[in-house]
């Protein structure tokens, strides 16, 4: 295993979870006193690996289909326009 990526990876998507309206939504339920916090633990967490899952099975086949430099410049154009729009809406 190239620990290396692994940490990348896992750095990356750990970042980009924090503070989202997936873990917002987790710490709303954990406040319920009905469930228990292992329950919503085991939850969140079948729900993320889940989604994960089709996330790299999409992946997968689209870096089949299409040149994963042209994926790479989609995605960065798309994160532009995004993180735009958020600065727009902001002010």
Do not use: C
């Amino acid at each position: 295993m190239d620990w290396k990526v692994f940490l990348t990876i896992f750095g990356t998507v750990f970042l980009a979870e924090l503070g989202d309206k997936t873990q917002l939504a987790t710490v709303l339920f954990a406040t319920r006193e009905s469930l228990h916090p292992i329950m919503v633990f085991v939850a969140a967490s079948a729900a993320l690996l889940a989604t994960t899952a089709i996330g790299v099975a999409a992946g997968s086949f689209i870096a089949a289909q299409v040149d994963t430099r042209v994926l790479a410049y989609i995605a960065g154009v798309g994160f532009i326009i995004i993180g735009a729009w958020t600065i727009y809406n902001a002010s």
